[in-house]
């Protein structure tokens, strides 16, 4: 069919033509938005999920939710290289200029612009705030992250209440926050919700977050929730594939369906990946089983190649032979143990460190303690097919 009308979006991050599967989240944070609004303490949400299941498209979708109900957003991906504070400063900044203008702050946003000066003088490269005010005097400004983040946040909180308004941090790729600024931004939040101000956290990242979060504070089962975004169900992935045809004029035999579904096991990623290709092969308006079976390899092509094997270019021969021995014991999750002899090894202290850079590069996770898993779905397949491990001739 026209490829120019395909309106399949394979990509990370790129928004789908349809959000299938997703309302429950949906109304759970319009719910979160209305009793911010209402002083009403509420959980932030830190939603976890394999690659490729929608969380980056998920944060885009509650941002504009948030931003339409009338609450200021703050959005950032997370790297290793974030410098955390200025980011804040950089985000808080921005928020509050747009709940007054500069020119015209009203008393409590020119309180916390005070704040946050006073915070921005103690970051080494100092974030030129462009406000005109006196920095604040012991508050935002003794040097410890979690104080300091806390007042400017606090602060930020109170302008956006006096506005009526709000604000919504929304971070991305969240698990690669250090420990210490996750605590600092665990702990602000904290203070913010003791104060029923309506300020608020939406993380989205590897499935390692809960335990990281569990971690770093012991308040933060109760002032999160952890929403797990997972593959979409029968009916929420024939959605994702056949609306999307449908609002195009075309269509999807019941048993092509199936079999797409079926090969994709419901991941959005995958199943964007499979409506393009066999949108571009099919004759069309209704494709076809046939359409399907034609299209498989060349979908599975175009995973290896978009989806799989740029993660495995990130690694080293170490860390790569630790992934083909996972994948060797066959489906996760994996014993550290059973890994380590796999290798070789008597025992996982000697391979520890690349299990530790793998889980630090995000590759693989730590459902619980001893045991890993693979962050990429379907990876263990893909590493078979193109990384076997060596067998070991005691085998
Ligand atoms: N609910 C959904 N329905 C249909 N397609 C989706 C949905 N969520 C995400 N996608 C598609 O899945 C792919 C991966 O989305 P992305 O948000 O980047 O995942 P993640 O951030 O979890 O790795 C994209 O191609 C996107 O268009
Ligand atoms: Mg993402």
Not at 135 to 144: E, H, I, L, P
Not at 275 to 298: T, Y
């Amino acid at each position: 069919m026209d490829a120019v009308r395909n309106p399949y979006t394979p990509g990370a991050g790129s928004r789908p033509p349809v959000l299938s599967g997703r309302d429950a989240q949906l109304d759970a944070f319009r719910i979160l938005l209305e009793r911010l609004r209402l002083g009403r303490p509420e959980k932030s949400l830190l939603m976890t999920g394999l690659r490729g299941v929608g969380k980056t498209v998920l944060l885009g979708t509650l941002d504009g939710i948030a931003e339409e109900a009338g609450f200021r957003t703050a959005s950032a991906e997370i790297t290793h290289e974030t410098d955390f504070s200025t980011l804040m400063a950089r985000l808080t900044r921005r928020a509050l200029l747009s709940l007054s203008p500069a020119g015209r702050l009203q008393a409590r946003a020119r309180r916390a612009a005070a704040v946050l000066k006073a915070f921005t003088l103690r970051l080494p490269d100092g974030v030129e705030i462009g406000i005109d005010v006196e920095a604040a005097v012991g508050r935002g400004d003794s040097g410890n992250l979690a104080d300091d983040l806390a007042d400017v946040l606090v602060e930020l909180g109170n302008a956006a209440a006096d506005h009526h308004s709000g604000v919504v941090f929304l971070f991305d790729e969240i698990q690669f926050l250090g420990r210490r600024e996750f605590e600092a931004l665990i702990s602000s939040l904290h203070q913010c919700t003791q104060r029923n101000l309506p300020v608020t956290l939406v993380g989205a990242g590897l499935p390692q977050l809960p335990a990281l979060a569990g971690a770093a504070k012991s308040y933060a089962e109760r002032m999160f929730d952890f929403p797990v975004i997972d593959r979409l169900d029968e009916t929420a992935a024939s959605g994702a594939l056949e609306l999307p045809a449908a609002a195009e004029g075309a269509g999807f035999e019941p048993e092509a369906t199936r079999r797409v579904i079926e090969f994709t096991d419901g991941y959005p990623y995958f199943l964007q990946e499979y409506g393009k290709h066999v949108w571009n092969i099919a004759a069309g308006p209704v494709i076809a089983v046939a359409d399907v079976a034609q299209a498989e390899p060349i979908v599975r092509l175009q995973l290896d190649d978009n989806f799989f094997r740029v993660r495995v270019a990130r690694t080293t021969a170490a860390e790569l032979a630790y992934l083909s021995a996972m994948a060797d014991l066959g489906d996760g999750p994996y014993r550290s143990g059973d890994i380590a002899v796999r290798l070789g090894r008597s025992g996982p202290e000697g391979v520890a460190p690349t299990r530790s850079r793998l889980i630090d590069k995000g590759l693989i996770f730590s459902p619980s303690y001893g045991l890993n898993e693979f962050t990429v779905p379907a990876f263990a397949d893909f590493l078979r097919r193109n990384y076997p491990h060596p067998r070991r001739a005691t085998r």
